[in-house]
Structures are given as C-alpha cells and as structure tokens.
C-alpha cells in the first residue's frame, strides 16, 4: 500500500505508462481505490418484457418506461446485478440514491422486476425483493391504484420494512418481525440513514413516516 502522498507524487511525476506497468491500470483520482462500481446501464422496456406488470390502460406506456440494470450489495457481502424498472423521470434520481447506497453497501436482498412474479406485490414482498414499476392497486385498498402503477416509487427491502395498512394488516406477515424499528438489523431502513438521507436529496418522500407505515416505500410525489 502505497501513500496519499506517494501517489501524488507518483501521479504528478511519472508517466501513466510506467505507473500502468508498477501497480496496474491508474485509479481514476488519486487516493481512490478502483473497485466494483454500480455499473447502471438504462435501456427501453418492452410490453412483452414488463410481462404481468403492465396492461393497456395502465397510466405510463412502456416508451415512458426505462429497465436500469445495476450493481448492488447483498445479504451475503457480495456484489448482485439487479435490474429495476421505473419512470423515464425517476432514472436520474433513483441513480443517484442507488449510486449513494452502493457506495455505503447498503445490503439489498435482491432486485428483480415486477414481471419475475407475474405482477404480484404479495409474492414480491414475501422474496423480500425491492422494486419500482407495477401497474397495480394499493396493496389492501383495491380501490386506489399504486403509484408503483406511474413508476415513480420504489420498495427497498421488503421483508425488513414491512407495510402497514390502515387496518393493522402487516405486508409480508413475516415483516412482523421488523416492526420494531429501533433494534436494527441487516437491511433496515432508518431515519438518518444512507437510503432516506440520498432520498431526501433527491425530493422522494418517505412512506416510514406515515400514519400507516410503509416503511419499505419511497416515491417522487409523497403518495
Ligand atoms: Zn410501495
């Protein structure tokens, strides 16, 4: 291990091909390690592709749809590819708080879109999975849709931060568990933390601080 100040050095008086040969391929600023990186890339999203997750009649088409597929940490301390489907408007900001997270390791359990469980929130939120676009109702009030329908929020690790609904109903059931929320644990969303901090930046709100709360849910409108 080299020093900030060797580098430095290094960097200012040595030719980038002799440092290539010395210590491998030259970090992109000095003193900043190379290593995985969130690696986003966005492409278009087809309706065959959105699967169960999209319908004719849904709000947003799939052209105002983007796939980001990422980097995240996982459970395991390893880094996962995860894809994710939003808005064409929420790709900056969910980059950005993505980005903040990866940088953290901000454990993810795992992030795949809503059409890997044929549009179901139910059997989503069971495999503890985070994610954004799902053309759908409210979870527990069939008579409002989601604004996961739009593609401007995001459930992040749902088995840790359950949702309440206005009956006391607890989504996933085993999300009962997690319902204390000053014992933390791997994957927990808290106030202050990496995930509400980068949200807030970013103008998300926050559904941890609802009167029933979602405490896996953030979106671009606060609904
Ligand atoms: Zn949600």
């Known amino acids: 291990m080299i020093t900030l100040r060797a580098r430095a050095f290094l960097a200012s008086a040595v030719p980038a091909a002799v440092l290539l040969a ?3 391929p030259v970090p992109p ?3 900043v390690p190379q290593g995985p990186s969130l690696d986003a890339r966005v492409t278009a999203v ?3 592709e959105l699967g169960r997750s999209w319908h004719p009649g849904c709000p947003v088409a799939p052209a105002g749809l983007r796939l980001v597929r990422m980097n995240h940490w ?3 301390g390893r880094v996962h590819a995860g894809e994710l489907v939003v808005r064409k408007q ?3 900001p969910l980059l950005y708080v993505f980005g903040r997270a990866f940088e953290a390791r901000f454990p993810i359990r795992r992030m795949r879109p ?3 469980y044929g549009g179901s929130d139910t059997a989503a939120m069971k495999a ?3 994610s954004a676009f799902n053309c759908r109702a409210v979870t527990g009030d069939a008579s409002r849709l989601s604004q996961h ?3 401007d929020a995001v459930d992040i690790n749902t088995l840790e931060n359950p949702y309440v609904d206005r009956n006391g109903r607890v989504y996933p059931a085993a999300g009962a568990a997690f319902l204390d929320r000053r014992r933390a644990a791997k994957g927990m969303i808290r106030s202050g933390d990496v995930i509400t901090t980068a949200m807030r930046r970013v103008g998300w709100q926050w559904g941890g601080r609802w009167r029933s709360p979602d405490y896996q849910h953030f979106s671009a409108n606060g609904r």
Do not use: H, I, L, P
Request: aromatic share 12%.
């Open 74 to 76: 996982g459970f395991d």
């Open 128 to 130: 503890d999975n985070t």
């Open 149 to 151: 329908s739009y593609g």
């Open 22 to 24: 010395t210590f491998g």
């Open 90 to 92: 929420a790709v900056r």
């Open 46 to 48: 087809s309706a065959r």
């Open 29 to 31: 600023a000095a003193g």
């Open 114 to 116: 809503m059409a890997a």
